[in-house]
């Protein structure tokens, strides 16, 4: 098994598995996520067309502690007809032996039997003779690789035509002073022996750091502040790289493969940063993609990259038909929000206020918000909810039922909290 002359990543992961969890806690609480969210993943890559009570593949590549895994198994195993998952399988792939038993021990501790844990490579995969996959994962493991471009294209050589991936890379203007913190903690560790000598050196320095400091003033990246774990990975890594808008398009296209969308998508278009009409006014002509990378420069806050990425084009579940029997099947789907919660907060406001990361948002709600929000179960498509809010005021006519879903669908989608089915 070729190893790909990283074995100081392997250590590092065998030392310090990543996130750092708990197999006990599987009892208390399941963690949930982007991406690989099933109504997540249907909108995204499958037009909101995918059955997961059918046969469905998935691949964890880089499964760390197992974040991912348990919970596309778990949503799998939810969605089968036997409620364990044996339609819906998920692959399990890492190199790390000790990160591995604890997504072993998670599962067992769900009762989970719809995973084939595997260690290795991803660099690996197109000779492991494996089936095909409908989807795969890749969080926070590409960067991790000398080449990721190659790593791409491994994952690629394994995923179905019509099938999609969820991935995650770092992102460059958020993670300001990271590299900086890496290259003194390089200089000050030159005598540290061990990693634990490393993370009592950078524990110390940490507290003494000058105030001017640009990692000490980078407000968005605290995930060191868990465990040694995180620690590990944000400042004492051996190998990791971060990508701009513009270079996470050239690693995408390295592999012939097309953004289907970035999470949140509010968090890339321009109109969330500039509302100067004068200002809006010099970004007309740019493409979707170059005012996602102004976006990008302008939020200077987005720490890492998280898209979906499919072969081929217009994979989204969208509503931009006119067709009105076309619109009357879509279904549509909260992720992790109870419907009637919603409905009750959006009661007494006419907008929705939010922050992304210092950026205070005032996001426009339609009139009918409150009384769409609650028919918004998962069950229920346009039609049935159309045809509700007749009976309660007899005059609401379907054009102006799809004007005000559609502005109630804008601020939620773009958040990231509101998904199309069929
Ligand atoms: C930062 S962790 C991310 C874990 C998980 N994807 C998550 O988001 O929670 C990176 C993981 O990728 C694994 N990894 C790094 N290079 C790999 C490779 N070439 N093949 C498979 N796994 C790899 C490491 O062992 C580690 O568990």
Not at 304 to 312: A, D, G, I, N
Not at 329 to 348: E, G, H, V, W, Y
Request: with cysteine; glycine share 6%.
């Amino acid at each position: 098994m070729t190893i790909q002359n990283q074995p100081e990543v392997q250590d590092q992961y065998e030392a310090y598995p990543y996130p750092s969890r708990d197999p006990r806690d599987e009892k208390k609480r399941l963690i949930t996520g982007s991406p690989s969210n099933l109504a997540e993943l249907n909108h995204y890559l499958f037009s909101g067309n995918r059955d997961f009570s059918q046969p469905f593949r998935a691949l964890v590549a880089g499964g760390g502690t197992g974040d991912a895994t348990i919970m596309l198994a778990q949503q799998l195993a939810d969605a089968s007809p036997d409620g364990k998952g044996h339609e819906g399988q998920v692959t399990y792939l890492d190199l790390s032996s000790a990160s591995r038993k604890i997504a072993e021990a998670r599962a067992k501790e769900r009762g989970l039997t719809n995973i084939t844990f595997m260690n290795g490579s991803l660099l690996d995969l197109p000779g492991f003779g494996l089936e095909a996959f409908d989807y795969i994962d890749c969080c926070g493991v590409l960067h991790h690789l000398n080449e990721p471009k190659d790593g791409l294209k491994a994952l690629t050589s394994v995923l179905k035509e019509e099938g999609g991936m969820g991935l995650m890379v770092y992102g460059k203007y958020g993670r300001e002073g990271v590299y900086e913190m890496q290259s003194l903690l390089r200089d000050l560790g030159k005598n540290c022996t061990t990693l634990s000598e490393q993370i009592t050196l950078t524990r110390r320095l940490l507290e003494k750091i000058p105030a001017s400091n640009s990692f000490h003033r980078n407000p968005f990246v605290i995930d060191h502040k868990a465990s040694d774990a995180e620690l590990v990975d944000l400042l004492l890594h051996s190998c990791d790289r971060a990508y701009t808008v513009p270079e996470v398009i050239e690693l995408v296209s390295s592999a012939s493969l097309n953004i289907a969308s970035f999470i949140e998508p509010i968090r890339y278009q321009l109109e969330t940063y500039l509302k100067d009409p004068k200002l809006q006014q010099s970004s007309v002509g740019l493409s979707r993609m170059e005012k996602a990378a102004v976006a990008e420069k302008l939020a200077s806050n987005m720490k890492l990259h998280m898209f979906y990425v499919t072969r081929k084009k217009n994979t989204i579940a969208d509503l931009s038909t006119t067709d009105r029997s076309k619109m009357e099947t879509l279904i549509p789907i909260f992720r992790d929000m109870s419907a009637q919660q919603l409905s009750n907060n959006l009661k007494k406001t006419t907008t929705l206020k939010s922050n992304l990361d210092g950026v205070p948002l005032n996001l426009p709600l339609p009139r009918l918000a409150s009384a769409i929000a609650l028919r918004c179960d998962g069950r229920k498509n346009l039609s049935n909810i159309y045809a509700e809010l007749r009976e309660l005021d007899q005059r609401l006519e379907w054009s102006i039922f799809a004007q005000q879903f559609e502005i109630f669908f804008k601020t939620f989608n773009n958040l990231n909290h509101l998904f199309l089915r069929r």
